[in-house]
């Protein structure tokens, strides 16, 4: 995240190329190249941007403003501007924070033409009246929209989906905290077998997902679970963003994992604004996606300010939420539907020693409770997250059960 | 109001027929007459009863109960009567409320003929051992049970029924209050182009709306929603009776109103207790009619009682009812399904000028939200009061979102 | 209860057949036998255990631990053994509660042959050094498993089954309340006419439970409703456990009464663990059968312990126990399913006797409130209890109310 965070990212461009070449050294990412100009449904993707230098210098010479001190001063996709104006017309491309003096918004200007710089309301106050010098070096032409794609082939051809968007520049929890988790659950998952295949998204914001399921649109029916990750790192409660169905298996395995955690958490009914679960969860589509995040977009004050830095990410908050989203990968991977093959009355579980021989005491363990649990709704139609979910025991515990009982030969597993 | 409020009313008679010749100044509303003897299901319309005076007087000759002063001082449907008896037998046929000693009841006796007068406590402990005159100048005798009725044609044959019960004498919540708003109601629609078409009906409580679901029952099957008004003046919170369906469109529509109005409210299960719906909701009929009043019948001091009169009913409050009854209606007629034309990821409502200009900010406005919303379950399946819910927005602005939309073509309604 | 009290009842033996010899006396109970061997199911019927004395004996000849006190000091089914050893040997095969100095543990070793004394802990801590003489005089041997069955024929062959089990020694509320309220439950239905017929189980608990299904197999379907009486005299609140269907007509029954009675009480989801319920709803059979108790099992610290003696329960508390499962086949027995033969409005119930003359009363009666509601849901689809619950009425007005409506031909039962 270090090497990521000084980058300046957008939707398009050289910045955007880096960080997945940065990302590549973790994972074989392969990098997508689509031309300005395609057709992405309703929308076309955009001229490409790239951006050089950018500042304000007062009479003096001094540059008041600097790009290369911190790339949120100017407003994302600012066309080229190079000349002399007075502060009055220099504020109306002026944005600050006032309640937040300190600090840089990041701001951005995707589809309309203009140019703006960002500043902390104690700069902004402090420029006087004078003649400025604004320059923005950059260029906005014909060119590509980059995104990277990793592939893990599983078992079936069912697939996982986890996105995250790379548009953002010197933002760490929305945007590197995603990108970070994304690419090691990615290098994890790679050094194992697993049932599932997994695809994992390094993309632009909104232009990045509809023009993967643009391309992708006869693919898209493989995707059986996903989410979009993004604001992983920062200390708050983790917080799920349901899909649009509501009641996915991907809604009810996070809702479990986080009911489970022993920590605060948040479930949020899913609503058609915030990042690319927007796209994936469309009428047309309705793709089982949501959203696992710690604080959600909006909702802590640094969001989307030059104090979403390094300092606000923090290495156990990342590891925490690495943990849940492993711990929502193990449910899905192992959510197994069995048929108990003794199912008139209980198997004499005694005598094949997985009960306890002493008759009499006050309480049933945990492991023999999982064991009846999983014998008595085994009938073929609950899975184990069914069971788990009855029982109010974890996942885990329900599937060490449905192991050793396929391993005595009392269950057997159904194939889908 | 003032105007009705001294006409002693009934279930038939002159009283009825003077009052709906004062909502006739209001409204085109027609006048039915059905003969005594009619059958009607299981009841039979029964004699018209009218009275011209009444009083007891004391061996003196003064008039210590009064017809002149309160029409409420004779049981409502008291055959006549005209001799001497003691106190003794007279108090026979009194009622009063000794936990109100100035409050006269209102009580009736429609279907067993019998006499009696109401008077208040206070007047009740007064009397001397005397005798007493007591002249009841009633008749009850063939004649016709007489309502109100007004439909307004819309561009459909599907209805919206109001339906009002006006058979009670100088009670003004119970009564006035809700042929007042379906009167001004159904002055206030006849200057619209509705959808639906309305029917206004001023009946006389329960045998009034048999007599009309007997004479029109192969009608019956137009009314897709209705209410119930009464008690719409006091100073109680809205309250909604639900029909016997539950989860009808009416149901949802009043509870969607309630909800965001900003004001305390209650939402009522279904009970075969009340006014009309009871006979709409029959099990034969279960139509979708629910009962939206202020404080319920039954439910406040007053009800009943000569202390529901005109100070108890106040301007703000019909106003208040009025304009919940208009919001449930612009609901109902503007529940539209609509078809999103560009189900696959969302629109560019940038370009359409329909999305802010500058990316970056905290938060959404409510207006993109409700475009989003719409957007997003526009599926075919979705009315705007189903999106309304699940997005927890109000009704108008779906509305709102969902006109726009229409106008640049991304949506297009379902016609049913 | 008393006379039962000092038997040493096992899953197997002559306890057990004593037991049913009392109960005998009650009701004519048949007592059946299976051999030891019979498969069943999963399981084989296990040796036969009787036991004639037990004991511990120090170096003195002192009796330090007496079967003769107390039949709870010897494991059950703890195979013979007379010897001498040290304390280091025998205090391996002592069972003492530390918590409760005082009292004696219940434990059991059916399925592992082996042996063991039960002690309090304080003579568990008074034993001192020495040599004992250890003698089991017990016998574990090829016979038979008995249980007692009792069927009572009703007008339909759809049962109701109430199953006990019998197996445990000197304990009270867990297992003899239980068994003495399903003989006299037996004995007052004996001199009814019941609709259902009625299945009286009394049985050791798991291997009886089984056994009485693999016999049974082919009858099982005519249990419609069943009940696993246990844990029914001590202070504690009524509990039910839901059968595994957890909306079956004995689940809402209970809930039902429990509701109505005025008292505190408690409903459980099913869980696979605790008495023979485990067995009926196992998913091979998932039969409807709960379990009504007052404090369930192992949620009491007097639970097998000698603590749960002839003082634990008390006859109010089984009195109270007694006539809710009273309540409870009430419902059953009259949860009818009836047709308004008049569904279009209501019916004029005033000239019928059925509704009182004065209108304008503030409240209806419950009793007019009842006949209302039986009115209004009797359309066909629903039972007097689903009446009862959405009226929020009792079961017994609703039943009532549908009885005087049936007496004057405004409502017919519809036949099953």
Redesign the interface.
Known sequence: MSDLYPICRSITGDGFRESLRILGREIPLEMREVPTGTR????TVPKEWNIRDAYVKDAKGRRVIDFQRSNLHV??YSVPINRKMSLGELKEHL?SLPDHPDWI????????E?W?FCVSHRTLQALEDDEYEVCIDSSLEDGHLTYGEYYLKGRVDDEVLISCHCCHPSLCNDNLSGMALATFLAKFLGRLSTRYSYRFLFIPG?IG??TW??LN?SEVSKIKHGLVVACVGDAGKSTYKKS?RGDAEIDRAVAHVLQHSGQDYEIQ?F???GYDE??Y??????LPVGSLTRTPH?RYPE??TSADDLNFVQPAYLADSFSKYLAVINVLENNGRFL?T???????L??RGLYS????????DLY??AL??V?????GQSTLLDIAE??GLAFSAIRDAANALVQHDLLVEIQA
């Open positions: 992405v449904f309703d929308w407003v994302n944005f918004p990041y701001r951005t200007s995707y589809y309309k203009t703006g909104t997902s509809i399921l643009s649109e649009r009914e609503s058609p604004y927007r796209q969860c469309s009428p047309g589509f309705n909006g969001y989307h108990n003794n199912p008139k009355c209980e198997p004499q005694g005598k021989t002493f008759g009499g005491r006050k309480d049933t023999e409770l009846l649990w014998l008595n709704l085994s009938d009855r029982s």
